[in-house]
């Protein structure tokens, strides 16, 4: 009989270049005369953070949070408003981005989930896992919890998948704060599972995903909406 090492160290390497910071900007113009003195006039900008996903051949998309691509307004203030989206990648270059498909979450089976067509990126992109995740297993982020991201450099963050919540999401583990929605979750495999979405507003290590197989209709969704245009 004899004796062997085993390497039980993870083996997993990040798609870093595949990540990209999500840039949001609002731009107000105009608002109704009876708010006029308290008018938020400008451009807000707000962060979130995302993963280029293999869907069409030859395109570049960018898979990441409904909440991230569109915010609602205060119609009864804001006469007139236009928003764009663009993303970093990790050269930290910026590219326009064009939003494809942009849902919000419902618990029936609506996710909040946005993918963005980025023709200028061209970086690989992850594939969507053939295999729904098992309660226990590994899970991970690369993300901008609360705006950090030094390119080339992006937080990667780990967690437990806890399992599904409803028809829409399920939970895991991972730590989250603002700037992480958007995050695609992936196994140790690099196949993608979800999207991170929301984080308790106490206890950060209490996240919500999207969960599997509504992560699996929206991105079909998208593929059909993209091959039409």
Known sequence: MSCTTIDLQR???PPTKSYTKILHTVEILSCTPAFEPICPKGEHMSTGSGLVVNLVKNETIVIT???VCYSE???KM???HRQSVSVLDHRGTEHQAHVIKSTLDNGKGGVDMCALWVPTLKEKGIDFSMFEPKVGQEVYYVGSPSGI???PVAP???GIYSGIIDASNAMITAPAVGGSSGSVVMDLNNKMVGVLWAAHPEFHHATIMTNWLATAIFLDQVIKSFNKN
């Open 149 to 151: 991201f030094h390119p």
């Open 73 to 75: 307004v205060e119609e």
């Open 156 to 158: 990667i963050l780990v």
């Open 11 to 13: 083996k997993v390497i």
């Open 65 to 67: 949070a409904g909440h």
């Open 78 to 80: 804001i006469l007139e």
